[in-house]
């Protein structure tokens, strides 16, 4: 099971940090990857790191994100600052087995997904 948190409303320029608990696999040869949609909009992918702890993020975030993993917590944050209004969505959290790089950003390698925690940005 995935159980993602942290998210709220805050303006534009503010930080937030989304958790992502991990219960019931075996966390560390587990890749997480973070995702978003918005309403209307399909989900993309936003950040990921794999087991080997190697991240990926999408140009969108890249130098304001940072994905972290606490093998000891079987957790992974999120770290979101300056934040901007177009990165209101849902955040999700989602789990794979020794994805490769090339497919970090893939959300169909996935095989769990966590229910999701609203991030709201407001100008």
């Known amino acids: 099971q995935l159980q993602a948190f942290g998210g709220g409303l805050v303006q534009a320029g503010d930080s937030l940090r989304l958790s992502c608990a991990v219960s019931?696999?075996?966390?560390?040869?587990?890749?997480i990857g973070w995702f978003r949609q918005a309403p209307g909009k399909e989900r993309e992918f936003v950040a990921g790191?794999?087991?080997?702890?190697?991240?990926l993020y999408s140009d969108s975030v890249k130098g304001r994100f940072t994905v972290s993993r606490d093998n000891a917590k079987n957790t992974v944050s999120l770290q979101m600052n300056s934040l901007k209004p177009e990165d209101t969505a849902v955040y999700y959290c989602?789990?794979?087995?020794?994805?490769?790089?090339?497919?970090?950003?893939?959300?169909?390698?996935?095989?769990?997904w966590g229910q999701g925690t609203q991030v709201t940005v407001s100008s």
């Open positions: 989602a789990a794979g087995t020794r994805l490769i790089a090339s497919t970090v950003s893939d959300r169909h390698q996935y095989d769990y």
């Open positions: 019931g696999l075996a966390f560390r040869s587990t890749t």
């Open positions: 790191i794999r087991w080997t702890s190697s991240t």
